[in-house]
Structure formats: C-alpha cells, structure tokens
C-alpha cells in the first residue's frame, strides 16, 4: 500500500528556493536529498509558483527539412484519419443498408445473403476479408 505525503507550502519553497540558488546541480540531486519520491513532484511546484525558469529544458535540433517532413507527414496523417471516418461510415451505411433489406426480404441468415453475393461478385472481389458479424433476426 503506498502512502500520500502531503508537503507544507514552506517545504515546497524552500526546495525551489534552494534549486534557485544553486544549492543542487540538479532535481533528482534535491529530490534525492529530500526523499522526495514523486519524479515530477518539485516540476509540478515550480509550475504552481510560476517558477518554469528553473525547469530543465529540451533543445531539439533539426533542419529545416526535417521541419518540412513533419509537417508533411502530420498532413498525411490528417488526411489518412479523414478516409478512415469516411470508409467507416459508408461501411456502417452498407451494413444497415443489407440488414434492412434482408429484414424486407425476409431474410434471417445475413451471413448466408453476404456469402452468396460474395459468389456472384467480380473476381477481383472473392478475395476481400470475411468479417465475423452477427446474424440478423
């Protein structure tokens, strides 16, 4: 069972004051002096007393055709998501479209009418995966 530590307001000061100060060349080293367990407890500090200057920070280096490339892909993505939705409806509709006119027709065994349209269809169709769905009633 872990147990929740509660820091006093002054605690969580003095901790960021003496990260300001020098006094430890890093957080974990004032972590670790500290027995602070949490590895983003003092950042979340320095975030509630708007002390972000003290948070290490992240330099990436990258040309400018990296930039390109990401914004690209980030753009390819976009538009791969945008036909997945797409197929996915007209997919939905397909389904609801079938199980309606099955229902009209009297059809029971959905299965059994996507199995024969399967047999009729072009060639190109015949190897398309089976999917497992349920039968209508």
Not at 68 to 89: G, H, P, T, Y
Not at 93 to 121: H, N, P
Request: net charge positive.
């Amino acid at each position: 069972m872990s147990t929740n530590i509660r820091y006093s307001e002054s605690f969580k000061m003095k901790v960021i004051q003496e990260l300001s100060e020098g006094k430890f060349a890093s957080i974990a080293e004032a972590r670790e002096l500290y027995g602070i367990h949490g590895r983003s407890t003092i950042q979340s500090w320095m975030r509630k007393y708007q002390r972000t200057d003290l948070l290490p920070r992240r330099i990436i280096v990258q040309s400018e055709n990296d930039v390109d490339e990401i914004k690209r892909l980030k753009e390819r993505i976009k538009q791969l998501e945008a036909v997945i939705v797409d197929q996915s409806v007209d997919s939905m509709i397909d389904k609801a479209f079938l199980e309606i006119w099955c229902e009209e027709a009297g059809m029971t065994d959905v299965e059994e009418v996507k199995k024969k349209l399967r047999s009729r269809a072009p060639e190109k169709f015949k190897n398309l995966p089976k999917k497992n769905s349920k039968k209508s009633t």
